[in-house]
């Protein structure tokens, strides 16, 4: 009875090999579009380790869905799980892929890199460098995230769509800071003036900002009273303000269903917490342009200052040996 087992075993187990020959024996053109039907990453993965053959077919997608991931936990300021899949595969740094961020633009051919450069999320772009392994692997990384920095400084920056136009820019404008400071300054005929550019004009630069911006409003630990020096480490993991008119907590980039921008524009000031009001007077509203402007001038600085320093440290690192891997 055992060896009948046993037999009967090994038959099932030929059958199987020459099944997944008859597979691999399938045009390559046939093989990836089965590979695009598959939704799990573990699919891939397994449909990957069937041969050598197989392995090299498959890689690209692979990578593609990697890289899609992390950019997707870069935009949405995700940096736990950024940090955890950098340190598992540091290489998808380098690799390129599409992503839309909360806000609609599309960027398209970008890397995880030039996206926190685009950005200018100093915190993000330091937890992508401090996740590099310390080995020769993560110096030739570094080397070509210098030379992505390099580029990016040289060129007009990177290219996105939002709302069928195109956009290139160099990194994002801050443009909250600038309806913030029409708002102080602009003349406004009467109180229904200043109350639309609080609503659309502030609340419309509101829904585009980054992560980071909506984070910074919303942390539990400061207000804007004094202006933070931005000195902090670590983000808050808190996308949230609480909507006045609901009586209730919101998520900022719920923006399909949010009034952001249409209803009301969210003032931090030296409230406990962000709020989403309707009007606010200027004496408060100018807490929040010092500290936007004080988060712009840190962040373009340490952005000006980054190509330097990732210099200094290749030139320190190739002054030794790099350690094997």
Not at 66 to 87: P, R, S
Not at 97 to 125: C, Q, V
Not at 152 to 159: A, K, L, P, T, Y
Not at 221 to 239: I, V
Request: hydrophobic fraction near 35%; include cysteine.
């Amino acid at each position: 009875m055992k060896i009948d087992s046993i037999l009967k075993a090994l038959q099932e187990q030929q059958r199987d090999e020459k099944r997944q020959g008859e597979f691999m024996d399938l045009p390559n053109e046939t093989l990836i579009e089965i590979a695009k039907k598959l939704t799990s990453t573990k699919d891939i993965s397994n449909l990957a380790q069937t041969n050598k053959r197989a392995q090299g077919l498959f890689k690209p997608a692979l990578d593609s869905i990697a890289v899609n991931m992390l950019l997707e936990h870069v935009v949405h300021g995700e940096q736990d799980e950024a940090e955890k899949l950098i340190k598992k595969r540091p290489d998808l740094l380098t690799l390129r892929g599409d992503i839309t961020d909360y806000s609609g633009r599309t960027f398209k051919n970008i890397t995880p890199f030039e996206y926190a450069l685009w950005a200018l999320d100093r915190h993000m772009w330091e937890i992508m460098l401090k996740a590099l392994p310390d080995n020769k692997n993560g110096y030739e990384i570094k080397q070509q995230l210098f030379q992505q920095y390099k580029v990016h400084m040289r060129s007009e920056g990177v290219h996105y769509l939002f709302e069928g136009k195109s956009y290139q820019e160099k990194h994002y404008d801050f443009a909250l800071k600038d309806k913030l400071h029409e708002y102080l300054t602009f003349t406004f005929l009467n109180h229904q003036e200043l109350t639309n550019h609080w609503i659309k004009e502030v609340g419309g630069a509101q829904r585009m900002v980054p992560c980071y911006i909506a984070k910074e409003y919303g942390r539990s630990d400061r207000s804007f009273d004094p202006t933070p020096q931005f000195k902090e480490e670590q983000l808050p993991k808190n996308l949230y303000f609480y909507n006045q008119a609901r009586g209730k907590p919101e998520a900022w980039f719920s923006l399909s269903s949010s009034r952001l921008g249409f209803n009301f524009g969210i003032f931090r000031g030296d409230w406990d917490k962000a709020y989403g009001v309707q009007y606010v007077d200027r004496g408060s509203a100018t807490l929040d342009w010092q500290a936007l402007s004080a988060l712009c001038k840190k962040n373009t600085l340490e952005f000006n200052e980054l190509g330097q320093r990732l210099k200094s440290e290749l030139e320190q690192a190739s002054q030794k040996r790099p350690p094997a891997i």
